[in-house]
């Protein structure tokens, strides 16, 4: 019963073929397909609205120079969020429950910032290293510290990705396997397990919507510092 839990959360395959790839590729069909017009319907106008939002939001603390980065930090928080919440549908695989994939994510990115800034600024970013009015004795220690929160940085958002989005998977399932036993012999108690799930699934939707932002929001401060 234990492994079964975890079930959800390995890569499905057919045919010996893994289907991750199939399942990353999916919600680009959700999108409205492209017209000579910039608006044809008020989906269209909604979805417009919605990457003119999510753009405004993660440029705020960015300045011009990362204005560039636009298409990129836009389009991975689009992409992070229909797959969060297209994963909390019923039968279906979440990737980005998977480590691999996230840190195939995050490590990319976050390479790109860190030689953006090692270009453009070198003497500013390798500044970051060692605080300024460290005493003497403390600078090798410092340097290492320093040194080693930045290159966790990419583990970092990998690990918080992915540990939010199983917890909350995990969570749902044994609740409502406990709804699903208890409704034979204590529907009362039933009832309100089904409640409480009712009231985690709204609450997943809301972390499935935050951890995609996190996840871009982080990326683009490592940007402003580098540029």
């Known amino acids: 019963m234990n492994l079964s839990f975890f079930d ?3 890569s499905p395959s057919f045919l010996g073929i ?4 199939i399942s990353m590729t999916f919600p680009a069909l959700l999108l409205p397909s492209l017209d000579n017009r910039w608006i044809t319907n008020r989906l269209s106008t909604l979805q417009l609205w919605f990457i003119n939002l999510i753009t405004k939001q993660l440029m705020m603390p960015l300045d011009k120079k990362g204005h560039k980065w636009a298409l990129i930090l ?8 229909l797959i969060n919440l297209l994963g ?3 039968y279906t695989f979440t990737p980005t429950t998977q ?5 195939a994510l995050a490590f990319p990115l976050w390479l790109a910032t860190l030689l953006t800034g090692l270009r453009n600024q070198p003497s500013a970013s390798l500044g970051h290293l060692l605080p300024e009015g460290t005493p003497t004795p403390l600078i090798p220690a410092l340097i290492l510290i320093e040194t080693t929160s930045l290159l966790i940085r990419p583990l970092a958002l990998g690990v918080r990705l992915t540990a939010n989005l199983t917890a909350g998977h995990l969570l749902i399932q044994l609740i409502s396997t406990a709804t699903t036993a208890l409704f034979s012999t204590m529907p009362m108690v039933s009832l309100l397990t089904f409640l409480v799930l009712f009231l985690l699934t709204i609450l997943e939707v809301a972390v499935a919507m935050i951890q995609a932002y996190v996840f871009v929001l982080l990326l683009s401060l490592y940007l402003q510092e580098n540029i």
């Open 74 to 81: 836009t389009s991975l928080m689009i992409f992070l969020l």
């Open 88 to 90: 909390l549908l019923p």
């Open 8 to 10: 959800q959360f390995s």
């Open 99 to 103: 480590l691999s994939m996230n840190l």
């Open 18 to 21: 893994p289907l991750i790839l």
